[in-house]
Structures are given as structure tokens and as C-alpha cells.
């Protein structure tokens, strides 16, 4: 089993800065791909951004330069760099780690950004 756990959410001003962390533990024997996710009140669960094998990452459009994303191998953890925050980027933040093809989903981690 695979455990993945979301860190460093919290409140912010509009224009400030965040940097969340993903640490996965367990049974990991390779992790294909770490990505982070959004999901605010009444919507749709988004993607934000994703890391994968050669650290290819890929971004949804709502947070292109200004969201970095980055990962650790030895540490088993990804980060998500969040600049110029805005209202709209207030939601619960996901981190999914997959491995052999199989997903596991952290319990996500608040960020709330103030006008």
C-alpha cells in the first residue's frame, strides 16, 4: 500500500506565495507520475500540475507561470510552488502519485487565498 500526504496549505494574502508538499511512503518501488489537483466549492476536481518520468511536467492553463511543480525521488516527495496567488486559486489542493499504473490520493491540504 501506498500513502500519500499533502502539506503546507493555509491562508494567504492575494499576490503572496505558498509551497506545498506531497510525501508518499509504503510500498513504492517506482512512481511513474505525481501531479496535484484542485477542487473548490461546487466545482469539478482540476488538474494544476503534473511531474513525470524525466521530470516532464505539464500545467493547467488557470496557473501557467505562476505554479512551479517539482519533485525529489529520494525523498519520494513533490512540491508545488504557488506565486501570485489569487482569489480564484482558493480550493482543497490534492497531490496523486502513480505507480504501475495504480493511483493513490492524498486527503488533500486547504489553501485559501484572501482578496
Known amino acids: 500500500q501506498v500513502q500519500v500526504v499533502e502539506s503546507g496549505g493555509g491562508l494567504v494574502q492575494a499576490g503572496g506565495s505558498l509551497r506545498l508538499s506531497c510525501a508518499a511512503s509504503?510500498?513504492?518501488?517506482?512512481?511513474?507520475?505525481m501531479g496535484w489537483y484542485r477542487q473548490a466549492p461546487g466545482k469539478q476536481r482540476e488538474l494544476v500540475a503534473g511531474?513525470?518520468?524525466?521530470?516532464?511536467?505539464n500545467y493547467g492553463d488557470s496557473v501557467k507561470g505562476r505554479f512551479t511543480i517539482s519533485r525529489d525521488n529520494a525523498k519520494k516527495t513533490a512540491y508545488l510552488q504557488m506565486d501570485s496567488l489569487k482569489p480564484e486559486d482558493t480550493a482543497v489542493y490534492y497531490c496523486k502519485v502513480v505507480q504501475y499504473g495504480l493511483e493513490y490520493w492524498g486527503q488533500g491540504t486547504q489553501v485559501t487565498v484572501s482578496s
Open positions: 509504503g510500498r513504492i518501488f517506482g512512481l511513474n507520475s
Open positions: 511531474i513525470g518520468n524525466g521530470d516532464i511536467t
